[in-house]
């Protein structure tokens, strides 16, 4: 069992810069593949970003690819989203999620969300 607890969020001018974190609770949270994803009302829930356990092969949304940067600090059991040079369609609830892989992500565990909002 894995809780996830998303932090971070909030109101960001266009061009600026927001760190969300993920903190995971669980014994097994280095086992498990991590991911971002974002939901904007009306939308469906889309990948932004994933990383497998040991934190290499890092994967992008095209969308966000260049600006986002996903990485995992297993001591402190907390996934992080640096996201740079924010966008107004960047706008969303995003949510962290874990799976016992990169494919199965979306059918894993999943936390609570936190609002970004990037103002023109």
């Known amino acids: 069992q894995v809780q996830l607890v998303e932090s971070g969020g909030g109101v960001v001018q266009a061009g600026g810069s927001l760190r969300l974190s993920c903190a995971a609770s669980g014994r097994t949270f280095r086992n498990y593949a991590m991911g971002w994803f974002r939901q904007t009302p009306g939308m469906e829930r889309e990948f932004v970003a994933t990383?497998?356990?040991?934190?290499?092969?890092?994967n992008y949304a095209d969308s966000v690819k260049g600006r986002f940067t996903i990485s995992r600090d297993s001591a402190k059991n907390t996934v992080y989203l640096q996201m740079n040079s924010l966008k107004p369609e960047d706008t969303a609830v995003y949510y962290c999620a874990a799976g016992i892989s990169i494919a199965s992500i979306d059918r894993g565990y999943w936390g609570q969300g936190t609002q970004v909002i990037v103002s023109s």
């Open positions: 990383v497998n356990w040991n934190g290499d092969h890092p």
